[in-house]
């Protein structure tokens, strides 16, 4: 018996150590230390499953989903090398910014590499923020897995296990789950190269909060280096906007568990991230923000930028085409979709708060008409399809920015139509669901057959619309389609800044002071006059706080939260003599269009589609 026993046990053993040996041979595996930080660059190794062939190709991604550019990341990885089992180095050759060969592959039996961060050097390249990375030894490191971790060709739907060493006083924010019970040591597994790229982590001093929504758990994670605001603050109305978004929604979901890291950048470094938003993935969203934003204004941020990015789990996440679900990182094909990714998702991150009551019907009709305005300064005669396929080469490049102009106009259209066709019914979040359960995330629709599905999913006068507005060259008549939920146009006049007018300042820094002073010899705003700030004085003061150069930016930030007829102290010098001004504020206005409700037997469509 006891020889039986043993034997099996043996035999058991032996089982136990194939399959552990047999996971292991159908993995990547990727190690991170950033308990060693030299020259600040974190090493990366990554093992791959046995090589099939002489020669195989490594790729570090040129671009990644949803930022629409050409960053090439492999710029910032430094001294790649290969070895194979004894650790006696193979010979690898450099094809380009983002891609090595390396020879005798057979042989393979690991790679590593330095990676450098790319918010230190923000003056020498285009990556926006929310895209990049962080090394900032033992406080903070954003891992934007796309910046670290590369792919073989042959092994980009092979899983991959993600092993992160750390400081036991940092954590890491992140929706995958760690199966490492050990504070200094995280693993993740994967089913592809892109769910990797898809899931960030950000490693810094523990600080976040986690709630539930219906069944999904929401993770806020916050580093702010100078301790000025933490997840706590920001949690409330975060969770008040998830809260709204998910009861928007209604039956849609897609995920269980969804993070939002927010990195709070200190703009008065010069050498910290400068590029302030977010960049969406399918669980997760990564945020930059200014750490000198006063409160409220942070959470007025948060809450445009972060439902927008959250809305992405209806799309691209649920609903997308083959160009993204087989999405090549470095010879990219784009889909002809922009306007439903970005377009829709913005028109729903818009729609959803005066659905829930977080805006006035008023306030929705000003950004609509915002973007008819900012749309007006692209071109408008541009086929946004043609645009989208094409968005990473010049002409096209230059009109990204109208995805969320122009593109959420054509979302608003679109549910427009459905809502007059259905008797106030049915909506474009309708057709969104009906498109959801149509593909998934999991089988994605040919890019040139989606407007034909559309159309069978909707009306005649959809397809009509996306033919001729969104696949041709005709503008967009906005002002017919706001007549059928019976709201016209009309003249308003909007608050606009008193330091600035669009680009052009009214005030400028002494570079030999860092001193701020207002432009001589130019009109100044009511603002200036009101006060009996003439043009030369030099701004010490406002309201009891200092500014100069050094945070200029916080004033700036500080003024789009001012009030008509608030009382302002400011401190000028002239002429060499310091005097406190006391007196109200007093804004510039502009002129601005916007739109209201005028045709009162059509209120009830109209309040199906702003509250249905």
Aim: glycine content about 6%.
């Amino acid at each position: 018996m006891k020889q039986l026993i043993l034997t099996l046990a043996l035999a058991g053993s032996l089982l136990a150590f194939k399959a552990s040996a047999q996971s292991k041979a159908d993995k990547v595996l990727v190690d991170i230390d950033l308990n060693v930080v030299k020259d600040d660059k974190v090493m990366v190794t990554i093992t791959p499953p046995k090589m099939k062939t002489n020669e195989a190709s490594f790729h570090i991604p040129k671009i990644v989903p949803g930022t629409y550019s050409e960053d090439d990341y492999g710029k910032f990885v430094d001294n790649l090398k290969a070895y194979d089992a004894k650790g006696n180095p193979i010979a690898v050759a450099k094809m380009d910014d983002n891609s090595w060969t390396i020879k005798d592959a057979k042989k393979l039996a690991k790679i590593t590499y330095w990676v450098n961060d790319t918010y230190d050097v923000e003056d020498q390249h285009d990556i926006f923020s929310p895209a990049g990375t962080n090394i900032l030894e033992g406080k903070n490191f954003l891992l934007n897995m796309h910046g670290f971790v590369g792919y073989f060709d042959d092994f980009k739907a092979t899983p991959y296990q993600l092993n992160v060493a750390h400081p036991a006083t940092l954590w890491g924010a992140t929706s995958m789950t760690d199966t490492d019970a050990s504070n200094t040591r995280d693993s993740f597994t994967v089913s592809r190269y892109a769910e990797l790229v898809e899931n960030p982590i950000m490693y810094s001093k523990p600080d976040y909060t986690s709630f539930k929504v219906n069944d999904m758990e929401i993770l806020i994670a916050v580093y702010s280096p100078n301790g000025t605001f933490t997840a706590e603050a920001l949690t409330p109305d975060m969770k008040r906007m998830v809260t709204a978004q998910k009861n928007f929604l209604g039956a849609f979901n897609s995920t269980k568990k969804y993070s939002v890291l927010i990195y709070l950048t200190d703009v008065n470094t010069g050498t910290d991230a400068h590029g302030f938003g977010a960049l969406e993935h399918p669980t997760a969203t990564t945020v930059v923000m200014p750490e000198a934003m006063p409160l409220d204004q942070l959470s007025e941020q948060l809450k445009d930028v972060v439902s927008h990015e959250f809305f992405h789990i209806v799309t691209p996440l649920s609903i997308h085409s083959k160009e993204i679900h087989f999405f090549d990182y470095n010879h990219p094909k784009m889909s002809e979709h922009l306007w439903m990714y970005e377009g829709v998702t913005e028109y729903f991150a818009n729609l959803f708060q005066i659905n829930q009551g977080l805006i006035t019907e008023d306030e929705f009709y000003q950004r609509m008409a915002g973007k008819i305005a900012n749309a007006s300064n692209m071109n408008d005669t541009m086929p946004f399809t043609k645009m989208s396929a094409n968005v990473l080469n010049k002409p096209y490049k230059d009109q990204y920015l109208n995805v969320y102009e122009k593109g959420a106009l054509i979302g608003m259209c679109v549910d427009i139509i459905i809502r007059e066709k259905s008797g106030g019914q049915r909506g474009i979040l309708d057709l969104m669901q009906k498109l959801s359960a149509a593909y998934g995330k999991d089988n994605p629709f040919n890019d040139n057959e989606l407007f034909a599905k559309i159309t069978a999913l909707t009306y005649p006068e959809v397809g009509e619309f996306l033919n001729t507005y969104v696949a041709g060259e005709t503008p967009i008549p906005y002002e017919q389609f706001f007549a059928k939920m019976g709201v016209t146009q009309k003249a308003t006049k909007v608050p606009g800044n008193v330091f600035l007018k669009g680009q052009m300042p009214y005030i400028t820094v002494n570079p030999s002071t860092k001193e701020i002073v207002v432009l001589p010899q130019i009109a100044l705003p009511e603002f200036y006059s009101a006060l009996g700030i003439k043009g030369g004085d030099t701004l010490l003061e406002i309201n009891g706080k200092a500014y100069n150069l050094d945070n200029i930016y916080d004033m700036i930030m500080a003024s789009q939260l001012w009030k008509e007829d608030d009382a302002i102290t400011v401190k000028i010098k002239r002429d060499g003599n310091e005097t406190t001004l006391k007196g109200k504020i007093k804004l510039p206005y502009e002129d601005a269009t916007t739109f209201e409700a005028t045709d009162k037997s059509k209120d009830k469509l109209k309040e199906a589609w702003l509250k249905g």
